[in-house]
């Protein structure tokens, strides 16, 4: 008998009980002073994590009322960004239009956290060093070892890789379980869900 769906399960409880809670709390600390302030929050991700910025901006805007947005939520400004000016910067040309102020969040979702050395999820580091120019706050939920994002984030999320064979799927998915842990903070949330 193959074991695989009940060893993912246990490795994925093995993951969940190592993440830092207290960084979860610092987190919502920063964005229920966000929402006070009335900042704005913007998600970036690349691959199943720009799906997941997506989703997640449905959540805090829904549930949490945060003025959140995800610039790859406009595929013709995105794909128009990476032909006309490189995939490096397809995110800060959005992030400069909107304005960012030191009322402001990024929040980035990435299984590796980005490398410059070699060129890795380039378009999330340029994101944060841009945000970071403006004097926006910059948070991450990661994997790995946290990657460039890390060392750059105010507070970082890191997804312990305990089971390295399987990070990306345990990173993506235990990314979706904590961001929904934070739209779902009695400090946080405004609004319940539906069921």
Known sequence: MNNFSHNFLIESQKILSSVD??????????LKELKNESGNLYICGLGG??????????DFRKLCEINTFSPS????????????????TIFTGFLSN????NKDALL????????????????????AKFAK???????SILGRDG?????????????????????????EGLTAVVWHLIVSHPDLSSKPTKW
Do not use: M, Y
């Open 133 to 139: 120019s403006k004097g926006a706050k910059v948070f």
């Open 98 to 101: 909107c304005r960012l102020t």
């Open 108 to 127: 980035i979702f990435s299984v590796g956290g980005g490398s410059t050395n070699p060129a890795v999820s380039t378009p999330l580091i340029e994101a």
């Open 73 to 88: 939520d406009n595929v013709s400004e995105l794909t128009a960004r990476a032909n006309d000016e490189g995939w490096d």
């Open 49 to 58: 994590s720009a799906g997941h910025a997506s989703h997640a901006v449905n």
């Open 147 to 171: 990657g460039f994002i890390k060392t750059i984030s105010d507070i970082s999320i890191l997804i312990p890789n305990l089971f390295p064979e399987r990070v990306t799927p345990h990173t």
């Open 21 to 30: 809670h207290q960084e979860i709390e610092s987190l919502v600390i920063k």
